[in-house]
């Protein structure tokens, strides 16, 4: 897709969020700057007729409990019956067993589109022995790319893993994005926004590895250019969504930093 920022802009796509109770704001704050409109709606009583008249659902499960499973596979199921987009946050996978069973609760329980975590959360999900240290990554022996690129063919989802590169696959495709900051690992919630923002994509976009893709080297751009301009986490979170907000296609074009991985049988 030419200009997928102008396209979200002009459509202004409505994007369900059932997430956690630390980044709900910045999830919220990040779709609107990005020109979508957010909505957080987490009761069983209204949760499915929300997504219902929503353009992607996001699915964080970093504040989980039992009743906010219920209501994210009561949205999924809508979701899917709609073709609308499903983007799971796999935030803390490999912590607990609770957040290990649930996550693979949701994945055997509606299809998702797209799964989406850092390189631990992403390794564990995909069956690997990986640990995560609360929600942040720790190190993974195995190769991220063939992990990618496998546990798409195995889940028929998107697989999108963030950390300093990002990698994004369909089980054929592998994109590796190298947009972004280290700031953007120094303040809680950045892979929560990225969620939110590959709602947005995927919203407009169906060719969702294109979509993730996309938002992953978007975002990136804006965390580079809000760098330039801070001093540390606090300006930097500031300056990264007024970046977002004064971000175009134009700009982003000449600023995108991606591969395409040659596809190995
Ligand atoms: N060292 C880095 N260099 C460049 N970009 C980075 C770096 N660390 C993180 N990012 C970017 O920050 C965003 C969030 O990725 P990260 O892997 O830190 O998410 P996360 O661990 O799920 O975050 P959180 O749990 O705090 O929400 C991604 O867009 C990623 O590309
Ligand atoms: C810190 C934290 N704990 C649960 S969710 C969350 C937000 C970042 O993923």
Same mark, same amino acid.
């Given at each position: 897709? +030419?200009?997928?920022?102008?396209?979200? $802009?002009?459509?202004?796509?409505?994007?369900?969020?059932?997430?956690?109770?630390? =980044?709900?704001?910045?999830s919220a704050n990040m779709t609107r700057a990005f020109g979508a409109l957010p909505v957080m709606a987490h009761a069983p009583e209204e949760c499915a007729e929300m997504?219902?008249?929503?353009? &992607?659902?996001?699915?964080?499960?970093?504040?989980?409990?039992?009743?906010?499973?219920?209501?994210?596979?009561? #949205?999924?199921?809508? &979701?899917?019956?709609?073709?609308? /987009?499903?983007?799971?946050?796999?935030?803390?996978?490999? !912590?607990?067993?609770? $957040?290990?069973?649930?996550?693979?609760?949701?994945?055997?329980?509606?299809?998702?589109?797209?799964?989406?975590?850092?390189? #631990?959360?992403? !390794?564990?999900?995909?069956?690997?022995? &990986?640990? =995560?240290? *609360?929600?942040?990554?720790?190190?993974?022996?195995?190769? /991220?790319?063939?992990? &990618?690129?496998?546990? !798409?063919?195995?889940?028929?989802?998107?697989?999108?893993?963030?950390?300093?590169?990002?990698?994004?696959?369909?089980?054929?495709?592998?994109?590796?994005?190298? +947009?972004?900051?280290?700031?953007?690992?120094?303040?809680?919630?950045t892979g929560c926004m990225v969620a939110s923002v590959i709602g947005a994509f995927a919203a407009i976009n169906p060719d969702y590895c294109e979509a993730s893709r996309?938002?992953?080297?978007?975002? *990136?751009?804006? *965390?580079?250019?809000?760098?330039?301009? #801070?001093?540390?986490? *606090?300006?930097?979170?500031?300056?990264?969504?007024?970046?977002?907000?004064?971000? #175009?296609?134009?700009?982003?074009?000449?600023?995108?930093?991606?591969?395409?991985? %040659?596809? %190995?049988?």
């Open positions: 897709m +030419n200009n997928p920022l102008k396209t979200i $802009r002009e459509r202004k796509p409505l994007i369900h969020h059932i997430t956690n109770w630390v =980044t709900i704001y910045d997504t219902g008249i929503s353009s &992607a659902l996001v699915l964080n499960i970093g504040t989980l409990t039992s009743e906010i499973i219920d209501s994210m596979l009561l #949205s999924a199921a809508t &979701a899917n019956e709609k073709k609308i /987009p499903v983007v799971l946050d796999a935030v803390g996978v490999g !912590a607990t067993k609770f $957040r290990d069973e649930m996550a693979a609760k949701i994945l055997n329980s509606v299809h998702v589109d797209i799964i989406k975590g850092n390189y #631990s959360e992403i !390794a564990k999900l995909a069956g690997e022995n &990986a640990e =995560t240290k *609360g929600v942040e990554a720790t190190t993974i022996s195995a190769d /991220p790319e063939k992990i &990618a690129k496998e546990f !798409a063919k195995s889940s028929s989802a998107v697989v999108v893993m963030t950390g300093k590169e990002d990698i994004i696959s369909d089980g054929e495709r592998v994109f590796v994005v190298r +947009n972004g900051h280290e700031l953007m690992g120094s303040i809680v919630g996309d938002a992953l080297c978007y975002f *990136g751009i804006a *965390g580079e250019l809000a760098a330039v301009k #801070s001093s540390g986490p *606090g300006s930097f979170k500031v300056n990264l969504y007024d970046e977002v907000f004064n971000l #175009s296609d134009e700009k982003a074009r000449n600023m995108m930093n991606f591969e395409e991985k %040659q596809a %190995q049988k």
